[in-house]
């Protein structure tokens, strides 16, 4: 059971804008910056947004990040087939003394 | 360009001690504010954070793996070791070193898959 909950998979069609949601608590996500990774089949995950809704270089602005209370959400606009993927969001947990991620979203574009 | 290697076995018995090493170009372990970090992945799973060492020696555990994990860096080798005791099948997993500059995990290494069993 993760601490931070993400729904098990999404799903949306080439073009399509899609949501990722990440549920927390006071102790992580309202207090703390978030992070999200993308991980491609087989490969290590990539930092993708970082401090809430910052982008690494070379991330493009169809991928967006945003906070509101207790929760995170990941927005993708004009889905690709090469977004298919599993997407973590991960912050630091105050009452934990530990960093912790979601269980991770599938996206598959349909 | 900043990268990161992990380096081990890649099988273990039960109740061994794991060895891991992480390799890293591109930054340097005594510049403030940088980290490097532990993750692993079982087979399927999502991910899980380890440990982290920072480069003023702060070091972090995760609270359920603390007693087992231990992380110690080498500035003038740019390495990171992470040491976990008593090691069991439900630790097989893909073990990743990561890069902590912006955020935990800006830079990965390729990570290491490390099976148990005897």
């Known amino acids: 059971q993760s601490v931070l909950t993400q729904p098990p998979s999404v799903s949306a069609a080439p073009g399509q804008r899609v949501t990722i949601s990440c549920s927390g608590s006071t102790s992580n996500i309202k207090n703390n910056y978030v992070s999200w990774y993308q991980q491609l089949p087989g490969t290590a995950p990539k930092l993708l947004i970082y401090d809430n809704n910052k982008r690494p270089s070379g991330i493009p602005d169809r991928f967006s990040g945003s906070t509101s209370g207790t929760s995170a959400t990941l927005g993708i606009t004009g889905l690709q087939t090469g977004d298919e993927a599993d997407y973590y969001c991960?912050?630091?947990?105050?009452?934990?003394?530990?960093?912790?991620f979601g269980g991770g979203t599938k996206l598959t574009v349909l | 360009q900043i990268t990161l290697k992990e380096s081990g076995p890649t099988l273990v018995k039960p109740t061994q001690t794991l060895t891991l090493t992480c390799t890293f170009s591109?930054?340097?372990?005594?510049?403030?504010?940088?980290?490097v970090g532990w993750i692993r992945q079982p087979p399927g799973k999502a991910l899980e954070w380890l440990a982290l060492i920072y480069w003023d020696d702060d070091e972090r555990y995760s609270p359920s793996l603390r007693s087992r994990l231990t992380v110690t860096k080498d500035t003038s080798k740019n390495q990171v070791v992470l040491t976990m005791a008593f090691m069991d099948p439900v630790d097989t997993a893909t073990y990743f070193c990561?890069?902590?500059?912006?955020?935990?995990?800006?830079?990965w290494g390729q990570g290491t898959l490390v099976t148990v069993s005897s």
């Open positions: 990561v890069h902590i500059g912006s955020a935990l995990g800006d830079f």
């Open positions: 991960g912050t630091w947990d105050n009452s934990l003394s530990s960093w912790v």
């Open positions: 591109g930054f340097s372990l005594s510049t403030f504010g940088v980290g």
